[in-house]
């Protein structure tokens, strides 16, 4: 994906993008990436991975408290804290993790995030906490 200022799917993330996440749906108070899974994303025991499951949910919910209009400048969020319940298993197909803010001050704002197979099967859920931050 070719990385623009306007483009408003646009990651911004080294990391995501070099794992493949797509971000798919973005909106105040939430959005949603999406990852069609490969052999590089598997553990061991050939399922998906626990912390690559971890990243798309925190960023799932660091993301939907960041949205900013199309050419506004970006907003930024640090990971205060993320509670992280892993339900099921999936090795592949594609999934999707959906992030919704549920609660928000001034610095500090609340999130939650589902990380669900294409059938709709639920993998993984996150809760955390987010400090809003200054990129210079």
Not at 17 to 25: C, I, K, M, P, T
Not at 53 to 58: F, R, S, V
Not at 87 to 111: N, P
């Amino acid at each position: 994906m070719d990385i623009t200022q306007d483009d408003p799917l646009a990651l911004d993330n080294p990391l995501l993008e070099w794992l493949g996440v797509r971000l798919v749906a973005w909106q105040p108070d939430s959005c949603t990436f999406a990852l069609d899974i490969e052999p590089r994303h598997l553990n061991r025991q050939r399922s998906l991975h626990g912390g690559l499951i971890a990243t798309m949910l925190d960023a799932a919910c660091g993301y939907s408290g960041a949205y900013s209009e199309p050419g506004a400048p970006k907003r930024h969020a640090v990971t205060v804290m993320l509670n992280t319940s892993y339900i099921g298993k999936v090795d592949q197909g594609r999934i999707e993790v959906t992030g919704r803010l549920t609660g928000s001050g001034r610095k500090i704002y609340f999130a939650s995030a589902e990380l669900r197979r294409d059938s709709g099967e639920l993998i993984a859920t996150a809760q955390g906490s987010f400090k809003r931050a200054t990129i210079s």
